[in-house]
């Protein structure tokens, strides 16, 4: 089955890196994503990799998928208070299949 | 503005009653996907729709049925309301060929009292 977890909270200083880790169950995955929602707002996609890469750098954001593993993690360089959110990971096979969010992991920037 | 719209953006009902959701998609999406966001539960997929057909069925309860109309909006119908259904609902809307996953509206926010 597909089930995808992520920790639920993280706390970091600003200007200091943050890492939100996931883990994911289904090996078919095509694509992995990381959406950002912030308070009262939908999800907005952040980044995406897809499962045949290993790392994926775009500005402060660089995502590592260890496939082997089935672990993805989102990296964030230094950190602001405006990147205070709650993050999730997710799986999909492109098409028009259905994406699985995690639970999402709780950003909490400290000033 | 992504595009997907939702109405309404609150909602404030009585246990009991039922209430429709509406979902306009972005334009030249064929799929519409509901999503439940509770405080304690993540993101719990509910139904898909792809050109007015139902394609995938998540954890959605009986009490709960959707529709996508010949025009591509959807609605979802929540009946017999609980305390337990008070929570986010989120729509996202999808290309066919898009790898970029969905784009999700603002959503609804439900209150059951």
């Known amino acids: 089955g597909e089930d995808v977890e992520q920790s639920l909270f993280l706390s970091v200083r600003e200007g200091d890196s943050s890492v939100i880790n996931c883990t994911y169950t289904?090996?078919?995955?095509?694509?992995l994503y990381w959406y950002k929602q912030e308070p009262g707002a939908g999800l907005q996609l952040l980044t995406y990799?897809?499962?045949?890469?290993d790392m994926k750098q775009d500005q402060r954001l660089t995502v590592l998928l260890n496939k082997k593993d089935k672990h993805l993690s989102l990296r964030i360089a230094d950190t602001q208070t405006g990147d205070s959110a709650i993050y999730f990971c997710?799986?999909?096979?492109?098409?028009?299949?259905?994406?699985?969010f995690g639970t999402g992991t709780k950003l909490q920037v400290i000033p | 503005d992504s595009g997907v719209t939702q109405t309404p953006k609150h909602l404030i009902t009585a246990t009991g009653q039922r209430v429709t959701l509406r979902c306009s998609p972005r334009?030249?999406?064929?799929?519409v996907y509901w999503y439940q966001q509770s405080l304690d539960q993540g993101l719990q997929f509910l139904i898909q729709?792809?050109?007015?057909?139902?394609?995938a069925k998540g954890n959605i309860l009986e009490r709960f049925s959707a529709q996508q109309f010949p025009d591509l909006h959807s609605e979802l119908n929540l009946s017999s309301l609980e305390l337990g259904d008070s929570a986010l609902y989120f729509c996202?809307?999808?290309?066919?060929?898009?790898?970029?996953?969905?784009?999700f509206g603002s959503g609804t926010r439900l209150t059951v009292v």
């Open positions: 997710a799986e999909g096979s492109g098409g028009y299949q259905k994406v699985t």
């Open positions: 334009s030249g999406d064929l799929s």
């Open positions: 729709y792809y050109n007015g057909e139902e394609r």
């Open positions: 996202a809307s999808r290309r066919t060929d898009d790898i970029y996953g969905y784009t």
């Open positions: 289904d090996s078919s995955s095509t694509y």
């Open positions: 990799i897809f499962s045949n890469m």
